[in-house]
T-cell receptor, first 110, second 117 residues
Framework: RKEVEQDPGPFNVPEGATVAFNCTYS??????FFWYRQDCRKEPKLLMS???SGNEDGRFTAQLNRASQYISLLIRDSKLSDSATYLC???????????FGRGTSLIVHP | GAVVSQHPSWVICKSGTSVKIECRSL??????MFWYRQFPKQSLMLMAT?????????EQGVEKDKFLINHASLTLSTLTVTSAHPEDSSFYIC?????????????FGEGSRLTVL
């Protein structure tokens, strides 16, 4: 089983839709969790950290489920500009170097 | 946020040549930088951890003699792909943490897309 797994998609949604992605991780001792956004042929950029209590930033909500070992990203009122690949990153216990999932591709269409 | 700059953005070279990629932290000092490689539609794969003033730590399966890493100052790390071959064509991205927070939150350079003919 891979350390960090994501459904590669693509998720094809209309503008205004709500879409959610999950990311599962295998190391139960994982400490830190992040969502990054990567545009085509560009570097990843941090979207948000994921805290145990969950966190929200505008239209984006991230949650952590330690019992089931996954994190989620919810995007409300999708915009065309949200089209990108969303990478999750997990820092395993004992290390501060994150392992990345392969990303989930989101396409928001008019 | 912290800024990491990478150069060059694109490089095309002939098979057998060496290519150097620079990674700079512009507004903070980075004792540790990370080099990743990403093939199309694949995840970022950590190649090595670059430590200022000491040898880099390479991940399993990454040839240290082929991918030379030098971290001579707190703001600059370089990756040299020696005797590049077509299979080395990839997107190479460096990253660093700001302030040595050790939280796993990384800032990435713009990436360098290497094409070996």
């Amino acid at each position: 089983r891979k350390e960090v797994e994501q459904d590669p998609g693509p998720f094809n949604v209309p503008e205004g839709a709500t879409v959610a992605f999950n990311c599962t991780y295998s190391n139960s001792a994982s400490q830190s969790f992040f969502w990054y956004r990567q545009d085509c042929r560009k570097e990843p950029k941090l979207l948000m950290s994921v805290y145990s209590s969950g966190n929200e930033d505008g239209r984006f909500t991230a949650q952590l489920n330690r019992a089931s070992q996954y994190i989620s990203l919810l995007i409300r009122d999708s915009k065309l500009s949200d089209s990108a690949t969303y990478l999750c990153a997990v820092t395993p216990g004992g290390s501060y170097i994150p392992t990345f999932g392969r990303g989930t591709s989101l396409i928001v269409h008019p | 946020g912290a800024v990491v700059s990478q150069h060059p953005s694109w490089v095309i070279c002939k098979s057998g040549t060496s290519v150097k990629i620079e990674c700079r932290s512009l507004d903070f000092q980075a004792t540790t930088m990370f080099w990743y490689r990403q093939f199309p539609k694949q995840s970022l794969m950590l190649m090595a951890t670059s430590n200022e003033g000491s040898k880099a730590t390479y991940e399993q399966g990454v040839e240290k003699d082929k991918f030379l890493i030098n971290h001579a100052s707190l703001t600059l790390s370089t990756l040299t792909v020696t005797s590049a071959h077509p299979e080395d064509s990839s997107f190479y991205i460096c990253s660093a943490e700001s302030g040595g927070s050790n939280t796993g939150e990384l800032f990435f350079g713009e990436g360098s897309r290497l094409t070996v003919l």
